[in-house]
C-alpha cells in the first residue's frame, strides 16, 4: 500500500514506490503533463488566486494583453451605459408627434351619403404628454404665407386637446356645408392656391402647434393635394 494520499498524488504527482513498480511505456507523457496541470489548477485555487492559474499556463505577454483589453473593455462598457441613460432620459423629454393632412369620407350607419372632410390626425409617439392648441396651413417656400384652422364640426375633437403617449386625435373640417363659395373646398383653395394651384399644392403643409411653443410641419397626402388642384381647377373654370 503506498503511503502517499490522493492530496499528496494530486498536488506532487506520482509516488515514487509507483513510478518504480510502473513500466515506461504504460505512463505515457501526455498523461502526466495532465496530471500536473490539473495540480498547478488545484494548487492556485485552495490559495484563492485564479492569476496564478493563469499566469503559468500562458506567457507573461499574453497575460499582459488580457489585463489591458478586460480595463478597455470595462470602460466601453461603462462608456456606453452612461451614454444610454443619457439618450433614453432625453428621448423621454422631447415631444413626439405623428400627423397627417388627408381627404376622408365620414361614413354613418343608417345614412346614404358619406360627407368629404379634410381630416388632421395627429398622434402622440412620445413619452412626454402633448397639448395640442392649434393647427394651420403654410404655403411658400422663401415667401412663406400662413393659415389658422378652425374646427367646428360636431364629429370633429375639440381644441385644446392633451395627448398622452398613444393617444390620437382627429380634427374634421366639412368640404360642404351650403355648396356655395363658402365651403371649405372652394374657399381655401381661392385664397391659398391660386393662380398657381399646382405648385402651391405641392409645398402645402399642415402645421400643429403645442402648449410649449413647439410646432410641428407635415406635407399634406399626396390624394388630398390632388383633391385640391381638381377644386382649384374648377374655380378657375
Known sequence: MCHYS??????????PAHNKGMHADTQPRRDY????????????????????????????TTYKFLVVAG??????????????????????NVIRLGIRAKHVQLVTPGEKEAPDYVQ???????LRPAKIT???WRIGILKKVHFVQ???????????????EGEEANLLVK?????????????????A??????????????????????????????????TLIEASKHIQA
Open 6 to 15: 490522493k492530496y499528496h498524488h494530486l498536488a506532487a504527482g506520482p509516488c
Open 33 to 60: 503533463s495532465v496530471a500536473f496541470s490539473c495540480s498547478s489548477l488545484a494548487a492556485c485555487l485552495r490559495a484563492g488566486d485564479a492569476r496564478g492559474w493563469l499566469a503559468q499556463i500562458m506567457d507573461e
Open 71 to 92: 480595463s478597455w473593455l470595462a470602460g466601453i462598457g461603462s462608456l456606453t451605459a452612461v451614454i444610454t441613460s443619457l439618450w433614453l432620459s432625453r428621448r423621454s
Open 120 to 126: 388632421v390626425n395627429i398622434v402622440n409617439k412620445g
Open 134 to 136: 392649434g393647427v394651420g
Open 150 to 164: 378652425l374646427f367646428g364640426d360636431i364629429n370633429s375633437d375639440k381644441l385644446p386637446k392633451m395627448l398622452n
Open 175 to 191: 368640404f360642404h356645408e351650403n355648396f356655395d363659395d363658402d365651403d371649405w373646398i372652394v374657399s381655401f383653395p381661392r385664397k
Open 193 to 226: 392656391l391660386l393662380p398657381n394651384p399646382k405648385w402651391k399644392a405641392k409645398n402645402l403643409k399642415v402645421i400643429v402647434f403645442t402648449s410649449v411653443g413647439q410646432s410641428f410641419k407635415k406635407k399634406i397626402d399626396k390624394n388630398f393635394r390632388k
